[in-house]
């Protein structure tokens, strides 16, 4: 075997070792699977003992309960490809994005769900080659080299490198290290230093063992007895982790692991500002890119087909600035506490010149660069009025008032309507394919869905979805305004809303929409979805009907709403899993 090879076997060896230990220490199941264990080899080497602070240091998280209350259970959770990236950028101070060509990952709601994130053997193979890449790019790189080596180690057992162990190691594993943890990353470096006689290469070595380990791959909670299912306090690391990668996505910062290490945490005053402090700081764009990257399918534009011949204008660069302004509709309402009463009735847009034009809106002279703009004759307001929502809900070569209304439903009041059957009638993209003078998106869409309704199979989905979308008829595939199909058929904007409630145009559809108090309750079930990694489930009904008493009771913003996920017990709380 190659030394190159010996050196890639010894750190995968470690994390095979230790996985199987470290799940039964933290009562993890979900996630890794005994198949899954070699293919993490390397990572877990690193499981914390049973004393010290890696299981009650920094203090106790607050809330430690003998109430009955179920905070559910959050399984072991694998940093998934966004914290991944941003974690190592925080770490390092790297431009690298190692994550780009891992295994892309999406949960039933988001990509954050624990239970969706396991580890394969190829997986594995992708993470050791990053930690490799990142701990060269570490000592190539000055800026980095300086930041790693805070001290230069020149021989075996350097007291030097077991310090960077300890302190940079903390960093990386999100908690203080044990004295075990320290002495076997200190072995690496030890056996590297025999064969290169270079500390810092060998540190080097050590910090790839780390970057490889189960502890760093894995946010890892602990339960003092795994099989106990009585409700626990979060250690302040863990509550600390939770906090930074719900509003970051990234690791704690340095502020962050001073409070759970001085207990602070503990202080539900000390939370709330945190969390005031997480979402001014730039890295909150994590939290703002992931969480309504999804929720609002921002994401989806990165991938949306649009037909060329029928939207010639549609390009890349719009496609992104719409995809920005979706991203800057929603920051605005997260750092300004706007009341989401305002969602469908706030009368601003972000545009460039491009976008401007595609509104048909004054250009704002900012070329490429987004510029917040107030422009009340555009004929848009609220998010039913952005680009971004109305081009990701149509078909590539035209409008979906299904899809739009489908859309609406699941996403902003978390009704879905129930599945399609297996077989359908497929609706056409041009109303007779045949003739060329009826090209795709040139038809009546509303009389094309009328004749689809009178299908049999059809009608009972289409008779709730449609009405809703066919309100919002008057804005094209692409999101721009118009009063007429293409073939000249005037748009009549009215809809309707399940249960008969008329409406016209979306600024009426918004009206209905931000009083149905299913919205505000939507909004509440996807943050805390998001907030734990897990998928709500029927204990969650009370946790749910009570965070929504106590955020109306507060005031209804995004803000507030972060805040009373984070007081939450199903937050700071956990439990292990019976046998």
């Known amino acids: 075997m190659s030394e190159s090879g010996n050196q890639n076997w010894r750190t995968r060896a470690l994390l095979g070792a230790g996985l199987a230990a470290l799940c039964a220490a933290a009562g993890c199941v979900s996630g890794v699977t005994s198949g899954n264990v070699e293919a993490s080899a390397g990572a877990a080497a690193q499981s914390p003992g ?66 969706a994130l396991g580890m394969t053997p190829s997986q594995y193979q992708g993470y050791f080659q990053a930690a490799s890449d990142l701990s060269a790019e570490a000592l190539s790189n000055a800026t980095e080299r300086a930041h790693l080596l805070t001290c230069t180690p020149t021989v075996a057992g350097d007291a030097c490198a077991r310090q960077i162990v300890t302190d940079f190691g903390a960093k990386i594993y999100r908690r203080p290290l044990d004295p075990s943890e320290v002495d076997r990353a200190m072995k690496v470096y030890d056996a590297d230093f025999a064969r290169a006689k270079s500390g810092p290469d060998a540190l080097g070595q050590a910090v790839r063992a780390m970057l490889s380990a189960a502890n760093f791959l894995y946010r890892v909670e602990y339960d003092a007895v795994p099989t106990s299912v009585a409700p626990h306090a979060l250690s302040g690391y863990e509550l600390a982790s939770r906090l930074s990668y719900l509003a970051w996505s990234s690791t704690p910062d340095d502020a962050l692991y001073a409070a759970a290490k001085a207990g ?49 204008t549609f390009t890349p660069t719009l496609a992104d600035a719409m995809a920005s302004e979706g991203y800057l509709w929603f920051q605005e309402f997260l750092t300004t506490n706007r009341p989401l009463s305002d969602w469908f009735s706030a009368d601003f847009n972000y545009v460039n010149d491009e976008l401007a034009a595609h509104y048909g809106m004054p250009a704002p002279g900012t070329g490429a660069q987004l510029k917040r703009v107030e422009i009340t004759t555009d004929k848009r307001v609220g998010f039913l009025g952005l680009a971004s929502f109305l081009t990701q809900t149509s078909f590539p070569s035209r409008t979906s008032p299904t899809l739009r209304g489908a859309w609406s439903l699941t996403e902003l009041l978390c009704s879905p309507p129930p599945p399609p059957p297996p077989v359908i009638p497929k609706l056409e993209d041009s109303a007779d394919p045949s003739d060329a003078s009826k090209p795709a998106g040139s038809e009546n869409v509303r009389v094309r869905l009328e004749k689809h309704r009178a299908d049999p199979g059809c009608a009972a989905c289409h008779s709730t979805l449609d009405p809703i979308g066919l309100g919002l008829e008057r804005y094209d595939g692409i999101g721009r305004y118009r009063e007429a199909y ?17 409406f016209s145009g979306p600024e009426e559809l918004g009206g209905l929409l931000a009083k149905d108090p299913r919205f505000t309750a939507c909004a509440a079930s996807k943050l805390y979805t998001y907030a734990l990694g897990r998928e709500a489930d029927t204990i969650d009904a009370a946790p749910l009907q009570q965070l929504n008493s106590k955020w109306a009771a507060r005031g209804l913003t995004f803000r507030n709403l972060m805040k009373q996920v984070v007081l939450s017990d199903a937050f700071r709380l956990r439990h292990g899993e019976p046998e």
């Open 50 to 115: 049973t004393t010290g602070s890696s299981t009650s240091g920094g203090g106790a998280a607050p809330g430690t309960s003998t109430a009955a209350v179920d905070p559910g259970r959050v399984g072991i959770h694998r940093l998934n490809n966004a914290e991944y990236d941003y974690t190592v950028r925080d770490l390092l101070g790297t431009s690298l994005q190692p994550a780009v060509p891992f295994l892309a990952e999406e949960g039933l709601n988001f990509d954050n769900t624990a239970s």
């Open 264 to 312: 602070q945490l503990s202080d539900p005053a000390t939370l709330e500002a945190t969390v005031d402090r997480l979402l001014t700081d730039t890295k909150s764009a994590g939290f703002v890119e992931s969480f309504a990257g999804q929720w609002l399918s921002i994401r989806k534009l990165a991938s949306h087909s649009v037909t060329a011949q029928v939207f010639p």
């Open 486 to 502: 293409p073939n000249g058929d005037a748009i009549a904007p009215n809809g309707e809303l399940p249960g008969g409630v008329a």
